[in-house]
């Protein structure tokens, strides 16, 4: 399965001189229930597990209660994560791949709701190509996960 970074304008930056910015994100399919929601979701290695924001739990009518747990996140930022069990399936030219998914929910609401697909939950599932230079990645399931 091979997918088609997505392109944002941005700022131009000594980094970013075009003021175009390409990220691997993907179309997923988040289903709780009866319920689902198509949204983006960001490839990103440097994330342990599945994350969500808490507008997509709202979407999937998941109620957030309790204390929620801490997590850390980049630069040692301090995350307040509420555990859910969703399942995520992807799908591209007549391939389908649905699968169980244990996701944090982050507090606050980003609109439309988005996921970080980290290791445990998603990548974990994949051999991941990143081709950078044609703006491609390639996600080649695993034997054992079930079209």
Known sequence: MIFP?????????PSIPSG???RPEIRIR????????????L?????????ASASL?????IEMRGE???AVGAGSHELEVWPGSVEIEIALDGERYRWPVEVGFLSGDDEP?????????????FKAIFDAEN???ELIPREYLVR
Not at 30 to 41: D, L
Not at 43 to 51: C, E, I, K, S, Y
Not at 115 to 120: I, K, R, S, V
């Open 135 to 137: 703006w491609l990645v």
């Open 43 to 51: 490839l990103d290695t440097g994330a342990d597990n599945v994350f």
């Open 68 to 70: 929620p747990e801490q």
């Open 5 to 13: 970074y997505v392109s944002y304008e941005t700022d131009r930056t």
């Open 20 to 22: 175009v910015i390409h």
């Open 113 to 125: 709701p988005v996921a970080y697909l980290g290791h445990a939950g998603f990548l974990e599932h």
């Open 57 to 61: 739990a709202n979407a999937l009518g």
């Open 30 to 41: 988040v289903i709780s229930g009866q319920r689902s929601v198509q949204i983006s979701g």
